[in-house]
């Protein structure tokens, strides 16, 4: 029997980690900071409201996880974050990617 957090279930930790550690980080910063972080550039948002924008859309997009309040509010500020770290190296992912990869390890430790 296996006992389900969310939509994480302990029975299978390996895939989880996979998942969570390396496959969601590489996909969702190759998506939202590469993607829509160059198309909301691209159509003129204000750099200033980029990470604010972006940032919500994140949180917006996990809302399949949590519907708590306090818990959207910090997916904004993850978003928010991974989006000046990306722009802060010159463009790179790498940085919000390891960024998102530690976030994401550090909340399976928590569960």
């Known amino acids: 029997m296996s006992a389900t957090v ?3 279930t302990a029975a299978a930790p390996a895939t989880t980690l996979i ?6 980080p590489l996909a ?6 590469r993607g829509l972080d160059d198309t909301l550039n691209r159509i003129g ?24 309040a306090s818990t959207i509010a910090v997916l904004a500020v993850i978003g928010a974050t991974l989006t000046t770290a990306r722009r802060a190296s010159g463009g790179r992912l790498t940085p919000s990617i390891v960024i998102h990869a530690i976030i994401n390890a550090t909340a399976l430790t928590a569960l």
């Open 6 to 8: 969310g939509t994480i």
């Open 19 to 24: 998942t969570a550690v390396l496959i969601a």
């Open 28 to 33: 969702e910063e190759t998506i939202y900071r």
């Open 45 to 68: 948002l204000h750099p200033i409201a980029l990470p604010a924008v972006s940032g919500a859309i994140f949180a917006a997009a996990h809302l399949h996880i949590t519907t708590s």
